[in-house]
């Protein structure tokens, strides 16, 4: 499975962005996908993560109410919509795929994206 991440930009606090994470392989479909962001000089973080049906999902309690997570698996895509950005979002965001299993850690993940970059201006 290979995994582009896309849809990173500059927005104002306050502002949304939408992250796309296109997957190529029959199998995307049969795994969870996550994303994670990692900021200038700070640990990789878990972000959300959804199920390969889609049905269940999880956050970061600093994102909860304002970042969704959604798939489509017809498209092979699944989505990160962000709404009420702040400046402490700011990180480049890398979506992963993986087996069933535990959905907060990175080593739960298989495949990687190369990240896209999110800049938050307060």
């Known amino acids: 499975v290979q995994l582009q991440a896309s849809g990173g930009g500059l927005v104002q606090a306050g502002g949304s962005l939408r992250l796309s994470c296109a997957a190529s392989?029959?199998?995307?479909?049969?795994?969870?996908v996550g994303w994670f962001r990692q900021a200038p000089g700070k640990q990789r973080e878990f972000v959300t993560a959804?199920?390969?049906?889609?049905?269940?999902?999880f956050y970061a309690d600093s994102v909860k109410g304002r970042f969704t997570i959604s798939r489509d698996n017809g498209k092979n895509t699944v989505y990160l919509q962000m709404n009420s950005l702040k400046f402490e979002d700011t990180a480049i965001y890398y979506c992963a795929a993986g087996p069933a299993g535990s959905y907060s850690s990175g080593t739960a993940y298989n495949y990687w994206g190369q990240g896209t970059q999110v800049t938050v201006s307060s």
């Open positions: 959804i199920t390969s049906s889609g049905t269940g999902r």
């Open positions: 392989g029959r199998t995307f479909s049969s795994y969870k």
